[in-house]
């Protein structure tokens, strides 16, 4: 009863937050095309979050350019962006007082570690729960072993180390609007994460999960990909006693014509410099979205006006793939 009227009582309120490692392509695109129709369409609030805490990847020209893009597309945001970089006092703050007792300073450098996986081999295999076989095989492969917990007792120092958080070592679940009912066990599937890297650098996971609740995000709609990391969030977020997202969404993903997430990595085509009013119809075609006759000839403002009062998310439901990008 009382997370009924909790829930009720609070402010629609999205988000679209990009990492600022490369340009926009499709895939994040799409993703900030279903956030923003997805929550104009319950009459909320979507919110920009510019999540820059990697200062070796991240680029302000690629910001500039997210920022300029977004725009041009007519996906205007409510308040003023938000820029992780501009935070990191309060992530540290919360480091040092909230999480503090169930954090570490480990100092295994990548090699120690690789020799320790290589001399016990499969002990250290993260379990992803079943319900997470909507993520490709590749995804759940890739995820990298548990961490063999060498450091657990290292008191905290002054020395500069990573720091690591010990995730809860129990299976809880959350209803996820489009990929139905999700189980982990985060200490099994993740271990103890780092939050904070040896040059300061703070997390994404962390970062990500932290801003959420003081932002007060009742929605989350984001790519399949980081489902894995939402148990985990959530128990961050409970951990430091901030407010939850009431509702998750993980959106089908774009491949490249080799069956890969459409990424920066594997140098997915930036839109920058693309018809905009081509591009929203195109994104609302793969999102399955429907399509007004001779819509691409509208303004992206007319376009975005009949994909917000359309939106539906039953196209999106159980589906784990938009395609391939013939971008
Ligand atoms: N910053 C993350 C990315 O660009 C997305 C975070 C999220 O939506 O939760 O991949």
């Given at each position: 009863m009382a997370r009924a009227l909790h829930q009720s009582l609070r402010p629609v309120i999205g988000r679209f937050a990009p990492s600022p490692t490369g340009m926009l392509h499709l895939g994040s695109l799409t993703t900030a095309v279903a956030s923003f129709c997805h929550i104009k369409s319950l009459g909320g609030q979507w919110l920009l979050r510019?999540?820059?805490?990697d200062f070796e990847r991240c680029k302000s020209k690629y910001t500039q350019s997210i920022l300029d893009d977004l725009e041009n597309l007519g996906l205007t945001w409510d308040q003023s962006v938000t820029y992780q970089s501009d935070r990191l006092d309060i992530y540290n703050a919360i480091i040092q007082d909230k999480l503090k007792t169930l954090t570490y300073p480990c100092q295994c450098s990548r090699k120690q570690l690789q020799d320790f996986y290589d001399s016990h081999p499969h002990a250290f295999t993260p379990v992803i729960d079943s319900?997470?076989?909507?993520?490709?095989q590749t995804e759940s492969l890739n995820a990298p072993p548990?961490?063999?917990?060498?450091?657990?007792h290292q008191a905290h120092d002054e020395i500069c180390s990573k720091i690591r958080l010990q995730l809860p070592d129990v299976m809880s679940g959350f209803f996820d609007g489009l990929q139905g009912m999700i189980w982990d066990n985060p200490a099994k599937s993740?271990?103890?994460?780092?939050?904070?890297?040896?040059?300061n650098m703070i997390n994404y996971i962390l970062s990500c999960a932290i801003d959420d609740g003081l932002q007060n995000i009742t929605h989350v709609m984001r790519g399949l990909d980081i489902l894995p990391m939402t148990i985990a969030q959530l128990s961050i977020l409970a951990m430091c006693q901030l407010p939850t997202p009431d509702y998750f969404y993980h959106l089908p993903l774009l491949h490249n014509p080799d069956g890969q997430k459409l990424s920066k990595q594997n140098l997915a085509k930036p839109?920058?410099?693309?018809k905009p009013s081509q591009l929203l119809t195109h994104c609302l075609t793969l999102l399955g979205q429907p399509i007004a006759h001779?819509?691409?000839?509208?303004?992206p403002s007319e376009i975005l006006a009949f994909a917000i009062s359309n939106w539906t998310n039953t196209p999106l439901k159980n589906k784990t793939s938009l395609g391939i990008s013939k971008y």
């Open positions: 510019i999540e820059d805490v319900s997470m076989a909507c993520l490709s548990i961490y063999p917990r060498l450091c657990l993740l271990g103890d994460v780092v939050i904070k890297r040896q040059n839109i920058h410099g693309e001779d819509m691409a000839s509208g303004t």
